[in-house]
């Protein structure tokens, strides 16, 4: 069973071309990341899906039912979280969630979801005067009135403080145990590795990764960032540069005074410390660390670079 | 029903506008005002305290010049302006269609200009029973429910507008310019074709097309409609137009057909608009 089935999907504003011949498809249960710089296309994927927006070319699916026919019983079903929450100023917080339930004709409680996204004491206030975050966890909790089957959450920690954004994550979890399917956006990346399932990379409208965390991880190959400690800048530190990131295996090279970042495939790890003492000057430490989502991330979205699927 | 609780909670918002006050304030100053000169004019044409003339002093004037201001004041954001802050996700984002969005818009804000029309007339009653001292009763009632019917009209109006666009200033300029043509515009455009017509502005009889299109304005309409149901011609078409035979668009219930094309136009236009468009 398919949650979201989106196929060949093209996304046209004028002669913007905002989404690509997309496909994505998000399976029941899971929770999926979707991933990708601010303008690669994810809020327009999200509008898509639920009927905010309709495409250009293409079919999009949702709870196997088609997202402009059956939209009315799509978000009968769908518990949604939109980018950039503007709500009602003049109603309070409770008048919000009250609406939700009788939208959705469900029995839930106001206080409770209130209590449960953490703004029990701000019920009776207004959402005019809701901080960023606040906001955010009130749409939250509208979002969960009537467990829906299917959330769909566009860069849910926006304006949530750390401790805040784990919250988030735990109320993530606990829906995603009560069996609901999760698709959320972001591009934080601690987020989504921290509860992903699977993710998908969207850079410039096309999706060009899609697997789980640790598939991903194995897709690229073994990335190590060296953060190499010099005596001192080399005399033509210019040259220096140039020479390391023309090392066959070298992506990114990032120089902070003495210190020289580099990320490198594992091989090449050696003739990097080389060429730099090629360069008259002593390699006083080194270090390591794994590749992290971020090079990961780094490694998919950067333009100039091309991986192997 | 969908469209309810979007009414509902549309109307739970709009009613707590400041401008909203400001306007039914103003409303009620003119009522109240309105009764004043009625008491004047009831000295003036000598225990010719007749009751619908001083409603008609009292309320008509006021009411329709205020009345489509104030609606159209309430609506032409409603759909734009949730557009332009997003706030349009959240409600779209909740199982209603678009059209129970529409619909239930145009219900709420209908029932906040009817607080306003109520309010205000509430006013002029009191200043009726302070100045002239005696009021029917029925005719006022009549009155009340043929210009909330107004109001409506005009929300469906504004409402409509408000769909069509993603910007309220948009909007705000096509409620204003609406209001400006036909208390203006529509007129003096009548009056253009019947010189183009006829070769001058004043003729001994005026053509039966003249007539019919200045009914077909919703402020003329709404004239009508008090007509038909105050039994009173003076406010009329036909009332001012003389004739004895009159096309049919001029007659005095035909005002109802008016008014009620004039509401469901708009409402259809904004429906399926709406309906096509991406948010």
Known sequence: MTAIDISNVTKRYGDELALEGLDLTVREGEVYGFLGPNGAGKSTTINLVLDFIRPTAGEVSVLERDAQEGSLEIRERTGILPEGIELYDRLTGRQHVEFAIESKAADDDADELLERVGIADAADKKAGGYSKGMAQRLTLATALVGEPDLLILDEPSTGLDPNGAREMREIIREENRRGATVFFSSHVLGQVEAICDRVGILRDGELIAEDSIAGLEDAVPNRTRLRIRLDRIPEDSAAALSAVESIDGVSEVEAEGTTLVVSVADEAKTTVLRTIEDHGVTVEDFETDESSLEDLFVAYTAEEREVAP | ?279
């Open chain 2, 1 to 279: 029903m969908s469209a309810i609780a979007v009414a509902k909670k549309d109307f739970r918002d709009a009613v707590r506008s400041r401008t909203l006050l400001v306007l039914t304030a103003l409303f009620a100053l003119f009522t109240v005002g309105g009764a004043y000169l009625a008491s004047w004019a009831a000295e003036v044409f000598e225990g010719g305290a007749e009751t619908t003339l001083d409603l008609i002093i009292a309320l008509q004037t006021p009411a329709g010049y205020l009345v489509p201001i104030i609606a159209l004041v309430v609506s032409y954001a409603a759909i734009a302006g949730e557009r332009e802050s997003g706030s349009l996700k959240f409600l779209l984002g909740l199982p209603h269609t678009r059209r129970d969005v529409v619909i239930g818009k145009i219900l709420g804000r209908t029932g906040v200009v009817g607080v306003s029309i109520v309010v205000g007339f509430a006013f002029g009653l009191i200043g009726l029973f302070a100045f002239v001292g005696s009021v029917s009763l029925v005719d006022y009632l009549g009155f009340t429910l043929v210009t909330l019917l107004f109001g409506l009209v005009y929300v469906c109006i504004g409402v409509g507008l408000s769909s069509m666009t993603r910007s309220t200033t948009k909007a705000a300029i096509g409620a204003f310019g609406l209001i400006v043509f036909f208390w203006f515009a529509w007129s003096i455009l009548v009056q253009l074709l019947l010189y183009a017509v006829e070769g001058q502005f004043f003729v001994e009889e005026f053509p039966d097309w003249y007539v019919t299109l200045l009914s077909l304005s919703p402020d003329a309409a709404y004239g009508s409609a008090l007509g038909a149901v105050l039994g009173e011609s003076g406010l009329t078409m036909s009332g001012m137009y003389g004739g004895d035979e009159l096309p049919l668009a001029a007659g005095p219930w035909f005002g109802f057909v008016v008014l009620g094309v004039w509401a469901l136009v708009p409402l259809a236009i904004g429906i399926l608009r709406f309906d096509s468009i991406d948010l």
